[in-house]
């Protein structure tokens, strides 16, 4: 069978790429997909343990699919936000987007 | 090396080289399409997990509405940033080693706990009762109820926020996502 | 419906009215008298239902019924309030129902209701020219709140409970008799009214707060009908000396009465308070306030007459009570004969009957002084309705012929019968009834049962006096009645007047059946003739109340020939005096009386002596003492002294800790976080990511610190 | 072991499963293998024999619906024009677009057809025959969808043609938002069934779904013929609009390839919506002759391919706007309704023990009637809206837009 600790270095990767991705991506798109990265990370982390964990107790995945839902707010909210900012100063990149300082 | 675990290999492997050239192919619509494969890993690694209803749950919502969406603001916003412009601000150095030392130091961890060692068993569940259980803890008053309704109110104010955010192009567009 | 639910329910219907008016309708004036009628109308119809009930319990007086909640906490007990049915207080709701039923009805009529506004009127004075009253809707209101007090007060079980209502009733009685404040007069007499019966309250307060000292209670079940308290209250001796603690609480209570039942010496608010409208007069100064301190006395009874046995001598207190009632009846009538304004007579004629049932329940005659108290309620408000309905109607006149005349002055009357007959028969039956024309009347059979009582007891002095009070009410009821409505017109004003609308005379009627009816249910077995045909029924109902029955006195024809003489007379003269006098002409009495006539015209120049002996010197005090020494120089003088060492104390403290110092200081830390800012500023790039990786750098530090070396 | 004629299917799971486990593999990797071999089979070998079935089929009933002959010079009635064509296709040349980012243009097609081939992996042909009974079936379908609507973005972005990339746009657009009302409905089934798994559905219809449910099943029928994209919502290739829509740079066997996916995908939904409202396998005898049970399935499944077509060759193509408007303003909130009041109507009948099928059909009676009431008293007030207007372009969209409904 499958160590449990392979499931983990593997969800531990699929983070620190997406962290990568968040930190040093210009375009804001990507620093979203980035995002949704380590979210996935989160997720099969949450599964993963429910499964090796308590797998009669159903909480792991309910827990799992609230993420989901987050998930799905924040990429529509994030793209959203990123559409207008896109309009109205035609970029998205992450850098360009400093206006919020002294 | 039995099946089980050839397979997970298999999947692993492509979830995680996918996910790399999310963050690395300097053309975003390919990061897109990358992630779209990455997704699917995920959900297959879930099929792995006997966790079928959130394999296709992650199916439907990551792959058929975010990654679509997010396909639709790249073809967007495609006139910026076209491979030829740089894709990393100039923090990236620090972004690699901070992800490097985040890494080593988990695997670190996990390695060196015993209980998470290799050799540890998944325990046997009967997958459709759970998924029944699912359903019912979810408008269980003394169970997940809060958390459900929170996230439908959650949803709710998404939608609404992304409508009125970008409502003069695409409103309707990502109106649809949280169905 | 159990009937201490019943009583639960009887007041609420006005307060909701009031709430309601005030709130929300009262910018409609259909909706608000609507709501204030149908308000009172439900009390009258629950108020009716249950005597229907009540009368039909057997001795039903031994076993009243009861029900109270815990109020308020004190200690081991707790003040409660809750509501006592028993046959004084059925009685009491009947009469008050029907007399408030009555003259919400009349309002309607009386403010002009379906006139249109009349933009000269402004609001405070009443209207000019027959326009609707401009604070209709407030009018209605605030005699919504008035019949919720009385209904409360009728029904509570425990003193406090009815001290409150009798409060309330009292603010009622000051906004409406100031209800035209435009008016000084109408200002000065809120106050004076409010000013004299608070005297009264403050004594009764003393009353209730002893009698809660002795007791530990003040439910009157609790209190007035256990032998061994009153034993012990009767006994106790008081902190004054010579008095029972009963006495003395009895005293104090009775003082309270004085005060709202307008009994000399604080008797001079009330003829003021006909600056009010005429239904606040009937309502509050005739049928229901000021018989709220009869009210108040019968129900303490037992305790007033502690130590008293039927027939006995009477008590310190008992004596001073009688005296005051019989004098203010005497008193009062002597007044009334002099006086001109249609509504002053009614209220001096008020005082005396009230002193009357003073002096009754001083002389111990309980259920003499309940039977008059209703049917006085009913008889004087049908007169104040009526002189309201005569106002009213030469009011118009006035309008009509543009003749400045006081529209309130007997004499400038005269020959209304004609022009109001429905106005004139009631009031004829409503004097009669006053004066207690024999057989007929209610009033009659009431104060007959009085005299009665105080010869068969051998109260002669009392007798007398209020035999002597009886001729001269005979006397002026003629009076009034002679130049109101007969002979002839002597102002075009008169001339002019007509009939009111039936909002306000089928009131007039329902109280006149009653005015005459309800003497019926009282006539006494031992009268020849007529005794007997219908049963005592009043006495044997009422009677029930006290813990020993009070016997039906034996027959004697001397009372009953005085009484009878004393009407018959008093209403003879009057007519004799008065059936002729010429437009213009002085009143024969002020030939007749010459000096004393002034001196009974002027009040026995009470209202001036009460001026300079309290009045005056009060504003002296005021002004002079307190204000000018005490508070300018004493009180000032201390504060401006604080004041200015104060400040030359913070001058100093400025000058020397706080520039120096604390500014310092404080600018300080503001520069050095300038300069600071200044330095630091360049780490906010304002890009997200770079503060994310710090972000994430630090926290994983801290972490692996926690994890390493911490824990 | 011996095989018994009457449960043929389920001698042979078995026997593989048999086969599998003595090869030394655990139970899940088995059952895992099975359902991918099983729906790969069923999936492979009927999409090939109906896709070149379905492909004539069509096109004949085209044709006599047009008052033509249709295909029939190749072979008997022209039943090989499908391999005809099929030849034809491999032989062209396989042109790739300048500019075009090959490997997501060459992904796309087969893209396309997997998500069709896959819709068969849950589909219950027969007691015991289905690919893989997932027991979250219903939603399974919704997720290949999505992968469906993936290859059209991706065909019609890598194709570097602004024709091609509009229609993927719309096509987007729209997919995605008949996606809801479709989901939506596909609920009532399952509400109904209290399963998602196809057979689990299937086994609950003694009565059919069609039934107790009809507004569902139409609300279903319209999207998901959107899904296809059919007439009358072919907006994909509008050929008056955008010239082929996404797949205008594809040639040869990857424009067939999208090309079959569609005729498969419309008698996908056939299939569909056999299983879900018809009843599936059912029928007088089924459950004692299997093989019975296919033969009905595959009967209900070509009616419903008919009134498919039915409706492509009788109804006109519908603006986007007007698309759009029909989903959000009637379907959306009429597939909400739907749940809802099925979800409480059912708890009721169940509590109560009315019988099911006739109130939940009262149910739709009512709703229909309610319906029609809220669409006069919509389209009264456009009207009166509208009259002013010099250019009534709303008016119209919303009366064309509640027509179909």
């Excluded at chain 3, 001079?268 to 308070?273: H, N, Q, R």
């Excluded at chain 3, 009131?507 to 020849?528: D, K, M, S």
């Excluded at chain 4, 004692?288 to 296919?294: C, E, R, S």
């Amino acid at each position: 069978m499958i160590p449990l600790s392979w499931y983990l270095i593997l969800t531990a990767a699929l983070f620190c790429v997406g962290l990568f991705g968040v930190l040093s991506r210009r375009n804001a798109v990507a620093i979203l997909m980035s995002i949704e990265l380590m979210l996935n990370a989160v997720i099969l982390n949450l599964i993963v343990f429910w499964r090796y964990g308590q797998p009669a107790d159903i909480s792991g995945q309910v827990f799992a699919l609230i993420v989901f839902a987050v998930a799905a707010s924040e990429a529509a909210v994030g793209l959203a936000l990123i559409l207008s900012i896109y309009r109205r100063r035609s970029t998205v990149a992450a850098d360009d987007i400093n206006m919020l300082k002294w | 090396m039995t099946a089980m675990q050839a397979i997970f290999l298999l999947l692993g492997l492509i979830t995680f080289l996918s996910a790399v050239m999310v963050v690395v192919s300097p053309q975003l619509i390919h990061a897109g399409l990358w992630l779209v494969l990455t997704l699917a890993g995920v959900a297959g690694l879930f099929v792995l997990l006997e966790a079928p209803f959130l394999a296709v749950v992650q199916v439907v919502i990551y792959i058929g509405a975010i990654a679509i969406l997010i396909i639709f603001a790249i073809m967007l916003t495609r006139r910026m940033l076209r491979e030829d412009g740089r894709q990393y601000n100039n923090l990236w150095a620090g972004a690699v080693t901070v992800s490097l030392i985040l890494f080593a130091v988990l695997t670190f961890l996990v390695l060196q706990e015993p209980s998470l060692a290799a050799g540890s068993e998944p325990l046997q569940a009967e997958t459709s009762v759970l998924l029944q259980d699912l359903g019912r803890s979810m408008v269980d008053v003394d169970r997940f109820i809060i958390p459900f309704e929170v996230a439908s109110i959650l949803l709710l104010a998404a939608l609404i926020g992304a409508i009125y955010v970008a409502r003069p192009m695409m409103a309707s567009e990502e109106g649809d996502r949280e169905e | 419906m159990q009937l201490d639910l019943i009583a639960w329910l009887i007041p609420l219907p006005p307060i909701v009215a009031f709430g309601a008016i005030i709130l929300w309708a009262h910018r409609n004036n259909r909706l608000s008298h609507g709501i204030a009628i149908g308000g009172v109308a439900i009390s009258w119809g629950l108020a009716m239902l249950l005597f229907a009930r009540a009368i039909g319990i057997e001795n039903f007086g031994e076993h009243p019924v009861t029900s109270s909640i815990r109020w308020l906490p004190t200690g081991q007990s707790a003040l409660e309030f809750g509501v006592l049915v028993d046959p004084l207080s059925t009685i009491g709701l009947f009469f008050v129902a029907w007399t408030l039923l009555a003259i919400f009805v009349y309002s309607v009529g009386y403010h002009n209701f379906g006139h249109k506004t009349d933009p000269a009127d402004v609001k405070g004075l009443p209207p000019k020219a027959g326009g609707i009253e401009p604070m209709y809707a407030r009018f209605f209101a605030f005699i919504s709140l008035f019949a919720f007090g009385m209904l409360v007060l009728v029904l509570s079980d425990n003193l406090l409970l009815l001290f409150i209502g009798w409060e309330i009733m009292g603010l009622c009685s000051y906004l409406l008799i100031g209800f035209w404040y435009g008016r000084p007069s109408a200002r000065d007499a809120m106050i004076k009214a409010f000013m004299t019966t608070r005297v009264g309250d403050v004594f009764m307060l003393l009353g209730i707060v002893y009698l809660y000292s002795q007791t530990g209670t003040l439910s009157f079940r609790q209190i007035l009908y256990n032998e061994e308290v009153l034993n012990t209250l009767a006994s106790s001796p008081a902190v004054v000396g010579g008095l029972s603690a009963a006495g003395l609480i009895g005293l104090l209570l009775f003082v309270g009465t004085v005060g709202k039942s307008a009994q000399w010496p604080l008797h001079v608010w009330l003829p003021d308070a006909m600056e009010g409208p005429t239904p606040v007069s009937a309502l509050i100064h005739a049928a229901t306030m000021v018989s709220a301190g009869i009210f108040m006395i019968l129900r303490m009874f037992p305790l007033l007459t502690a130590g008293w046995h039927e027939g006995g001598p009477l008590t310190p207190t008992m004596m001073v009570i009688a005296g005051i009632g019989a004098f203010t009846a005497l008193f009062a009538a002597t007044i009334a004969v002099a006086q001109k304004d249609i509504k002053r007579v009614l209220a001096y004629s008020t005082i005396s009957q009230l002193g009357y049932m003073v002096a009754a329940v001083g002389i111990g005659a309980f259920v003499a002084a309940a039977f008059h108290l209703v049917t006085h309620a009913f008889f004087k408000a049908l007169l104040f309705l009526g002189s309201g309905s005569v106002i009213h109607g030469v009011e118009h006149g006035v309008h009509e012929t543009h003749e400045h005349v006081d529209s309130q002055d007997m004499f400038n009357m005269g020959g209304l019968r004609h022009k109001m007959p429905a106005t004139f028969w009631t009031f004829l039956l409503g004097g009669l009834a006053l004066s207690g024309f024999p057989i007929l009347t209610a009033g009659f059979w009431s104060k007959d049962e009085i005299l009665a009582d105080a010869f068969a007891h051998g109260h002669t002095l009392v007798f007398w006096v209020l035999a002597l009070a009886a001729l001269l009410t005979a006397f002026y009821t003629m009076r009034q009645i002679t130049l109101t409505f007969l002979g002839k017109p002597r102002t075009q004003a008169a001339g002019h007047a007509h009939e009111s609308t039936w909002t306000m005379t089928v009131p007039l009627v329902v109280l006149a059946v009653f005015a005459v009816g309800f003497g019926w249910v009282g006539i006494p077995e031992a009268f020849p003739g007529l005794g007997g045909i219908l049963p005592n029924w009043f006495h044997e109902f009422v009677g029930g109340v006290l813990p020993e029955h009070p016997a039906a006195i034996a027959f004697d024809p001397t009372p009953l020939l005085v009484s009878v003489g004393v009407a018959l007379g008093g209403l003879l003269l009057g007519w004799l005096t008065y059936r002729r006098v010429r437009a213009g002409a002085p009143d024969p009495l002020r030939r007749l009386l010459g000096p004393v006539y002034a001196v009974l015209e002027n009040k026995y120049y009470f209202d001036e002596f009460y001026n300079y002996a309290i009045v005056r010197p009060a504003y002296w005090v005021a002004e002079t003492f307190t204000y000018t020494f005490l508070d300018r120089r004493v009180i000032d003088g201390f504060l401006h002294a604080v004041g200015r060492t104060g400040l030359r104390v913070g001058a100093y403290l400025r000058s020397r800790f706080d520039l120096p110092v604390v500014n310092a200081f404080g600018d300080w830390v503001g520069e050095s976080t300038k300069a600071t800012g200044r330095e630091v500023r360049v780490i906010q790039s304002g890009r997200v990511q770079q503060y994310l990786l710090i972000g994430i750098v630090f926290t994983s530090l801290v972490i692996s610190y926690f994890l390493l070396v911490g824990a | 072991m011996e095989f018994d004629f009457n449960n043929p299917f389920g001698s042979i799971t078995r026997l593989l499963t048999d086969l599998l486990l003595g090869l030394g593999l655990d139970q899940p990797l088995v059952a895992f293998i099975l359902a991918v071999v099983g729906a790969g089979i069923l999936a492979g070998a009927t999409l090939t024999t109906a896709g070149v079935f379905n492909i004539w089929l069509e096109r004949k009933v085209g044709a006599r619906f047009q008052d033509r002959l249709g295909p029939n010079r190749v072979g008997p009635f022209g039943l090989f024009q499908g391999i005809a064509d099929a030849i034809k296709l491999v032989l062209k040349e396989d042109i790739t677009p300048l500019g075009a980012d090959k490997v997501v243009f060459n992904i796309a097609p087969l893209l396309a057809v997997m998500s069709v081939v896959g819709l068969w992996a849950v589909v219950p042909f027969a007691p015991q025959l289905i690919g893989a009974d997932l027991n979250v079936g219903v939603l399974y379908v919704v997720a290949i969808g999505g992968v469906g609507t993936l290859s059209v973005i991706m065909a019609g972005w890598s194709s570097n043609n602004k024709y091609a990339l509009l229609g993927a746009l719309r096509t987007v657009a729209m997919l995605i938002s008949f996606e809801i009302p479709m989901v939506l409905v596909l609920l009532v089934p399952t509400m109904l069934a209290g399963s998602m798994g196809m057979v689990a559905i299937v086994d609950g219809q003694d009565v059919w779904y069609l039934l107790m449910a009809p507004v569902a099943a139409l609300v279903f029928f319209i999207s998901s013929l959107a899904e296809v994209g059919r007439t009358p919502f072919d907006l994909i290739e509008a050929e008056s609009e955008i010239v082929a829509g996404y797949n205008i740079e594809y040639s040869g066997m990857k424009f067939g390839m999208f090309m079959v996916a569609e005729f498969f995908h419309s008698f996908t939904i056939g299939a569909l919506f056999t299983v879900l409202f018809l009843g599936g396998w059912r029928g007088p005898g089924s459950e004692t002759f299997p093989l019975l049970g296919l033969v009905y399935f595959i009967a209900k499944t070509f009616f419903m391919y008919f009134v498919v077509m039915w409706v492509r060759y009788t109804f006109p193509r519908v603006r986007i706007d007007q698309v759009m408007a029909l989903n959000w303003k009637f379907l959306t909130p009429l597939a909400l309704v739907i749940v809802m009041t099925t979800a409480v109507v059912d708890k009721l009948a169940l509590e109560q023990s009315l019988p099911r099928t006739p109130v939940h059909l009262a149910l739709n009676v009512a709703l229909v009637l309610l319906t029609i009431l809220a669409l006069q008293a919509y389209a009264r007030a456009l009207r009166r809206k509208v009259e002013g207007l010099p250019e009534p372009e709303a008016g119209e969209v919303a009366g064309a837009a509640i027509g179909p409904g």
